[in-house]
């Protein structure tokens, strides 16, 4: 299990943007699935994007185009761009060994998360 911080959230415009970073404390950068999931009030939580190992990054439908992770050695980013409205959600983090998944229960870690306003 490793210590993972968010920080970049924030408050925008729709069509603005934000860029997430998560730090993590361990080694995370081999044999690890990084994501960043978001969960909005009274919705479940969803997996936004994610990432194992060197592979290309996986998103969901909902971002494709607008949304790009990246991953350098135990730090990942989220970069968001035309953001919109149904995009607002707490934004968290997770690391899990092996490969990727896409229900939160098979991660292993979290951050504390980091909070994504969308409104005009």
Do not use: H, I
Not at 18 to 26: A, H, I, P, Q
Not at 47 to 71: E, H, I, Q, W
Not at 96 to 102: A, K, Q, V
């Amino acid at each position: 299990q490793v210590l993972l911080l968010e920080s970049g959230g924030g408050s925008v415009q729709p069509g603005g943007s934000l860029n997430l970073t998560c730090v993590s404390s361990g080694r995370t950068n081999s044999d690890f699935c990084m994501a960043w999931f978001r969960q909005a009030p009274g919705k479940e939580r969803e997996v936004v994007a994610r990432v194992y190992y060197n592979y290309d990054p996986l998103y969901v439908d909902s971002v494709k185009g607008r949304f790009t992770m990246t991953r350098v050695a135990n730090t990942v980013y989220l970069q968001m761009t035309n953001l919109k409205l149904e995009d607002a959600a707490m934004y968290y983090c997770a690391a899990r060994t092996d490969y990727c998944r896409t229900d939160p229960s098979e991660f292993t870690s979290w951050g504390l998360g980091t909070r994504v306003t969308v409104s005009s």
